[in-house]
Structures are given as structure tokens and as C-alpha cells.
């Protein structure tokens, strides 16, 4: 023969002691919403902004990196990046593109026309970046054609006279078709244009959008571009850190520091160093408060267990053993908890929510964060009621049923 | 007739300065269906003895067999089911949780027990129904008059189907017409074979009790009726 409590009854019990006193649970409850409500704000805050940060350097500019190469120190040395080591470039595992090119020094653009004379009105004499590539561009620049065909590798090797127009250079120049073979003079020199490029993909690499762009064979011959200037290198997917450390030494085994490398920052470590920032103290803060809150629900039970005594001992001569005793102030402490997790997890979201409607952010909520803050709330409240359940468990009947005081 | 109740030299001595010996060398046997009346001045040990025997209390010296088993040996946990599910109470003091209902009340009665989940309802309102409290099953303790929480009291007691039931001044505030009722209560219940051990001051129910024994300062003696 033994004592037993049936768990729904057990709930049922703790229940409706919590229930006794509503303003006093409520009160009680207050200190675990505020600290699991900070918890959850500042992580949620966190993961969202961190996320809002990184998103701006979206995937696609996290696969570039772009090498500068100044021209060489005098005019008679060799030059510091030989356009055959792109491919060697080419060859490094995780590169997708590899793109070099030479272009006029800016403020030296030679004249440009076209000879598609249609409006005598129009200034046809335009001074234009020219930029003399390889037939890779397409791809590395992340562009296309938007009439006719890029140059490839054959009009490099037979340094044929091929030009191809950026959108805007194209406009000012008053070329839109190239099935009429139309041709543009640069400094002097005819350039049949095979094709215009469409928009420009890649952020840093707008002014090709108006540039007239030559084989770089022919560039080197007619206009003297000179020695590759600009590489522009497209990766897989996170592997952009690791291209440009090896780029230098790809591009220019002698001289790998004459190399400057762009390459975009790493996600991962802006997130970091986000969480960081924000979350440190405000999670110290988190901490603090369910500290407190648990001290609150601990204190609250105690003095619920201490006006309850009689309670207590009605329950012992009914025939609770002091496990049920016990059991039913855990309960009761565990459920004020994880009302305050519910509540203040509730509170965290919302809050999160807002903040990143008011500043136009996509909110980040971790489903484990969520569905663990609750949790939380009820470990903190079953922590809480170890001491008031085992205070209440250890008395004597008779001692209880004479109630407190 | 086999004895429910058996004590043997039993003695409790509260610490204080100076000691309190609320009991000595008690002897006392109580049969089945048995109707015990204790009497006895303010203070004079009557609670002590009803906690002894409600296995609430463990006496300091002698032996307490209930129904055959000695009980002064049991530990906590087994004392706790034996009490459970063996003995009633109807507190000097009610007990009633302020805060529940009376059939809430009553319900508690066979919480702790083996008895059914399913049907515990029922049992409370045939248990007040049989202190006649129908009407009030539905009212907080607190609307309640004194009369009426001591048949509450009475009601949870009987919930548990108790075979000894121990009463302290369980018509301390029943007019007659009241106090006839539950001595007619008691009377049933005796009659389903039910020991029932008494406390009162009131002469008319340790008159309708089948035994009388009176304490003073602790002693026990068996008093003629
Ligand atoms: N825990 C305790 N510590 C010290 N003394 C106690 C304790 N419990 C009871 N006593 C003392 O033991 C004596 C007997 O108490 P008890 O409650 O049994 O009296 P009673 O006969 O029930 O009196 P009443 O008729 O007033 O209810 C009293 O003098 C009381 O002060
Ligand atoms: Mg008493």
C-alpha cells in the first residue's frame, strides 16, 4: 500500500495554488519576463542586425576580389604582371573568372567618334576611357552583351581592330546596331564595333559602362595601354579570402607585394564582431535580470510555502508523502517560471520585430531561441522552487497543521 | 472482535523548559465499529494522543499497533500511506482551503489515495450530501458558516472511506439540532463498521459514545459511562 498523486492531478493542484493569488503571481512572473524578455531581445537584436550587416555584402560581392597593378617603377623595366599569368591565375582552385585589362590614365581619354553620321547637330567627338581586355571580361566584369558579340580569343591573337562598346559610351557615341558594321575612330584609328555591352554586374567596375573596349593586343599596338592594370577575379562561394592571398604570388611570383588586392570583407567576422558589440552587455543585463527574477520566484514560493504551512499538514494527514509536497511547490515555482519565459519570450520577439520594421531590417528569429526561452523560464523557476519545495517537504506534520507562526 | 487500536505505555514529552509530558504511559484498546469518547480539561493531552493515533505524531515511548501492525517502526513514507488510506481526520481547526470550493474541499480527501480518479466527484458530493451540504457545494469555505465548515470537514474525512476516523471537538460549533445530525452521522457510520475516536467537551456526544476515557495531565483513565 502506498500514497500515490496522479501527475494531472498534481498539475491541477499546483495550478490552482498559483491561481490563489493572481496580483502576487503576476508580480512574481514580472522578474523572469523582463530577463528572458532581454535575453531573447538581445539575441534576436543581434542575430538580426548581424544578419542586416552581412546582408549587405550579399553573396555575389563576396565572390569578388579585384587586384590592382601600378605600372612599373621606368619605362624601360619589364612589367610587374605579364597578361600570361592570368592564367596561371585562372588555374587556382575555387576561381570561377579571371578578367585583366589596361586602360587609359584618367584625364587622358583620347577622342572617340563614330561614323554613323545621322545628326549633323551632334558633337561627335567624345573623349572615352579605352580599355584594352582580354576576352574573359564578360564573365569577370559579371556583364553581357546587349547587341552583337564580345571579342574572343582569336581577335586577341590576330590583334584585330574589333571595338566593343560600354551602354553609355555607346549612347553618346549614337551607335545602337552593330549589324551595320558601324565604326568608331579612336585617337585617329578606325575600330570596326562588333558589339555593345549591357548593364554592368559588378559594383566596382561601373566605368566600363563607358569605356570603349579593345582587344588588349590591339590596345598595347595602336594606343600604347601598356602592361595589365586592373585583374578582376570572380570565386565559389567563400572562397574569395583564400583567392586573394593567393593572387599576389599567382600574378607576380618576383614581386607578389607589388599586388593590390581588393577583396570583400568576411560575413562571418562583421557578424561576430556585431554580436559582439551589441549583445555583450545587454546579455549581462539579460542575465542579471533572471538572476533577480529567480530570487523573486524563490522568495515569493518561501513565503507561500510559510503561509501555506497548514496546508501542508492538511495534505500530510491526508496522506501526501513529502515527495508530493514537494513535487506540487517545484510545480508550482516551474510553472511561474515558464509562464515568465512564455510571456517575456513572447515580449523579446515582438520587440525584435519591431525594431526591425521601424528600421526596415529582416528580422532573424532562431526557432531554437524561441521555442528554448520558455524553457528557460522553467528551469529558472524550477531552480527557484528547490529550496521552498524542499523546505516545505521536510516538515512535520503536526508541526504544520498548526499552522504558521 | 479483533482490536484496530493498541497502545501500550505510550508517552510524549514535548522539549521545552521545562519539558512538556503531554502523555505517560498510556494503555488504551479500541475494538472495530468501536465509538471512543475523549474527555479531559484544556491542555491536558487529548490533541497529543489524537496525533499519536493518527499517525501525524510519533510517541516517544511505548508500542502503537494498528490493526495488527506496529507502527512506531514504520518510516515516514509508510506511515504516510497508512494514514492515507486507513484514517480519517476532522481537524479542531477544519482545515478547509480557503481558496476551493467546497466539493474542491472534499475532493482533497482521496487525492492521496489509491482510490479511482474517475468517480472522485461523485464520492465528494455523495460524502457532503450525507452531512447534508448539497446545497453549499459550490461556495467558498470562507461563505460558509461554522457549522457548515465543520460538516465540510466531516464530508473530506469521509471522502477518504476511512475504517477509523478521529474527531477533535467535531461539534465545538454545532448548535443541538446540528450536533443530532452528525451523532446521527456517526451512528451510521458505525453502524458500516467504522471506529470512530472522539475528543469533546459536549456531554451529549460523549454520552452517545460506546466508551469514555479521560485525560489528565497526560494520564489516561477508562471512565464509566
Ligand atoms: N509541540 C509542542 N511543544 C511543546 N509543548 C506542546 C507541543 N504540543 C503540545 N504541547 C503541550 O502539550 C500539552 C497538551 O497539548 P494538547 O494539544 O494535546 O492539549 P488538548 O488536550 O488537546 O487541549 P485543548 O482541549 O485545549 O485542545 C499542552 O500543555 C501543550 O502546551
Ligand atoms: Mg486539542
Redesign the pocket.
Known sequence: MRSRLDIRDLFAEAVAGIGTRPARTALTVLGTVLGIGTLVTTLGFSATAGNQIAGRFDAVTATEVTADIPPPAGPDLPPRVEWGALTDLARLNGVTAVAGYARTQPGQEPSVRANTVRDPERVLDRALPVVGATASLLGAARTGVAHGRFFDAGHVDRRDRVAVLGPQAAEQLGVTRVDNQPAVFVAGKPFTVIGILGGVGRANQQELANAVIVPWTTGDDTLHLGPVGTVLVTTALGAAPLIARQAPLALSPNDPAAVQVVAPPDPAALRTGVADDVSGLLLVLGLVSLTVGALGIANVTLVTVMERTAEIGLRRALGARRRHIAAQFLVEATVVGLLGGIVGASAGILTVVMISVAREWTPVLDGRLAAGAPLAGAVVGLVAGLYPALRAAAMQP??AL?GPG | MTDVITLTGIGRT???DPP?I?LESVDLSVRRGDYLSIV????????????VLGLLDVPDTGRYELEGEETTVLGDAARTALRGARIGFVF?SFHLLAHRDVTENVMLGGLYTSAARKGRRERAHAALERVGLSHRRDFRPTHLSGGERQRVAIARALAGNPALLLC??PTGNLDSANTAAVLDLFDELRADGTTLIV?T?DETVSGRAGRRVR?TD?YLTQEPL
Do not use: C, W, Y
Open positions: 503536526v508541526d498548526r | 514535548f522539549a521545552a512538556v503531554a479531559g480539561p484544556s491542555g491536558s493531552g487529548k490533541s497529543t494522543l489524537l496525533n479542531q477533535d471537538e475528543i467537551h485525560i497526560g
